[in-house]
């Protein structure tokens, strides 16, 4: 088999972009070409401003500095990348379906099957067709056969081979995932193929992090690695509202049993639950999976991990509710953080969208601060148009009975009048708020409450203001 000189990425996201871009700057000897349909998405990719990417992560500007047409290229020409390229990514999504069959537990497949078919339509000679996405178990037998029927069809010389590659990354930290992974797990049958990829990776990664096993496998310990990291998210979740209730703190009961060997620390810090693109999904596929093949006890079980995260999420918009005497209504409240988590711009599953869905829908208004998460996408989440002008009344919350929202620049433009403040997000800049000044812009008296558990107790108390750490029992009530 020859050496791979030429890569197309079907999809610029978040998998597809940064994974490309980390192969890109360790693979000088590959041209690496990422399509999409997409095109304000690729101008974005293009734009030389980088901070104008489409995606936020840690250290990804500076390798598409040094990448961007060198030997990485973002283009609309899928077709024309398709067919010069040696091997091919599919990284488009494949989000829950909403109708039909297996509706509201199985995935779309509909872009996988459509980047298969246009494989299929545009390939010259032996292509690697890679499964970056990720998907339920046996997608790639899908593939294999829309690319079969070509080899079929065509009387040109094809042929193709599938593996799957899964990506294990963490937004927020995606950069560093590529470059220093835990693992690179590829599932395939024919050997050659395979070594073919690992050829590409041993330029960073070490050989003895590289796993291969058959293609169903790879396909299955991506949906069950993303499973087990959301169950032990519930877990101390569900341990955090005991917590509560009995006077226990979360963070003890996390660090005592996160010293047992067997358990481990990490995924134990109690928040507003899981979100993003992969864990909730990629649990409902494993249900519906179970089910299929009738292991309803299975599926019983991690349904019940999704449940109870959205349990979790509303509790924590009733526990506002009850201590502002009971009432929203015609409040205003400040919500710090709408992406899913620290230091992305992504707002999938973002444990946010509920609590503010289900806030607004009391009446309350809402003055939401983040970083990098722009208006028109908090808008399409909400699905609630934003008011445009902010008040800039302090003594008078309630001028409007129907629930709405709009977006502060900065993070006391979005406190001035409110009757509660709420951490979503851990962004760092959150940690280091001064609470004496915010204390000069809210109505007393305020609840604080920390999702996070990033805020220093102190200085939020010593500022006046009440505190509710989401987990911990025997939280300051100052009113």
């Avoid at 109708?99 to 509909?110: E, P, R, V």
């Avoid at 995932?177 to 690179?184: I, K, Q, T």
């Avoid at 003890?252 to 909730?280: H, N, Q, Y």
């Amino acid at each position: 088999m020859n050496k791979i000189k030429n890569i197309c990425c079907i999809g610029a996201g978040y998998v597809g972009g940064p994974t490309m871009a980390v192969m890109a700057k360790n693979c000088k000897d590959i041209v690496f070409n990422v399509v999409d349909a997409n095109k304000e998405r690729i101008d974005s990719w293009n734009h030389k401003n980088l901070s104008k990417l489409p995606i936020f992560e840690p250290g990804l500007e500076e390798i598409i500095r040094n990448t961007r047409n060198i030997n990485l290229f973002f283009s609309t020409n899928i077709n024309e990348c398709i067919s010069k390229a040696d091997m091919i990514f599919i990284s488009v999504n494949t989000p829950t379906k909403k109708t039909g069959l297996g509706a509201g537990k199985a995935s779309d497949l509909k872009w996988v099957e459509a980047c298969a078919r246009q494989v299929a339509s545009h390939s010259k000679n032996h292509t690697i067709v890679v499964e970056k996405s990720t998907l339920p178990v046996r997608t790639a037998e899908v593939i294999k056969k829309i690319l079969n029927a070509a080899n079929i069809k065509n009387e040109n010389n094809l042929s193709f081979d599938v593996l799957s590659n899964p990506e294990f990354l963490a937004e927020g930290t995606a950069i560093n995932d590529l470059e220093n992974p835990d693992r690179v797990l590829i599932g395939g049958e024919n050997e050659k193929a395979i070594n073919s990829l690992i050829e590409i990776y041993k330029n960073w990664v070490p050989e003895k992090k590289i796993i291969c096993t058959n293609i169903w496998s790879s396909e299955l310990a991506k949906l069950t690695s993303n499973a087990f990291l959301a169950q032990r998210i519930s877990s101390i979740n569900s341990i955090g509202a005991l917590c509560e209730a009995t006077g226990a703190d979360v963070r003890e009961v996390a660090r005592a049993i996160g010293t047992d060997s067997r358990i481990g620390s990490k995924f134990l810090d109690a928040g507003p639950g899981f979100g993003g693109s992969c864990f909730k999904k990629d649990i409902l596929n494993l249900v519906y999976l179970a089910e299929y093949y009738g292991l309803n006890e299975v599926a019983n079980f991690w349904e019940g991990v999704v449940k109870l995260n959205n349990w979790h999420q509303h509790r924590i918009s009733q526990l506002v509710s009850r201590k502002l005497f009971g009432t929203v209504s015609g409040k205003k409240i400040c919500i710090l953080g709408f992406s899913f988590k620290a230091n992305t711009n992504d707002t999938r599953e973002s444990a946010a969208i509920s609590i503010c869905k289900d806030l607004i829908e009391e009446g309350s208004h809402l003055q939401i601060h983040d970083p990098k998460v722009k208006e028109s996408q908090i808008e399409k989440d909400l699905g609630v148009k934003s008011l445009k002008n902010l008040t800039k009344t302090k003594n008078n919350s309630i001028y409007d009975t129907k629930g709405n929202w709009l977006k502060a620049d900065n993070v006391y433009q979005a406190c001035q009048g409110v009757d509660a403040i709420v951490v979503l997000t851990e962004w760092i800049e959150y940690s280091k708020i001064n609470w004496k000044s915010i204390a000069k812009e809210v109505r007393f008296p305020t609840w604080v409450f920390d999702a996070r558990s990033i805020l220093n107790s102190n200085e939020v108390l010593g500022a006046g203001l009440n505190l509710w750490k989401i987990g911990y029992g025997f939280n300051n009530d100052n009113s």
